[in-house]
């Protein structure tokens, strides 16, 4: 089962991988995961603001007709 994340989840948890991946213990492949994971995160976040966006301008459209 996936779990759907709101944009808040997304950048928690984006914030820790950028913790992790500062730390000089991680391993490499430790950070390519992470880099990885982070690289998914960012796209589910680029596609929640376009949905946010796109709703805006339909209430902005609706309030100027």
């Known amino acids: 089962m996936t779990e759907s994340k709101n944009f808040e989840e997304i950048l928690e948890e984006l914030r820790n991988l950028v913790e992790n991946l500062e730390l000089d213990e991680v391993s ?13 995160l960012i796209k589910k ?10 709703k805006i301008e339909v209430i902005e459209q609706s309030q100027n007709n």
């Open 45 to 54: 976040a680029e596609n929640i603001l376009t949905q946010a966006q796109k």
């Open 28 to 40: 490499l492949e430790s950070s390519v995961k992470n880099f990885e994971k982070g690289m998914g």
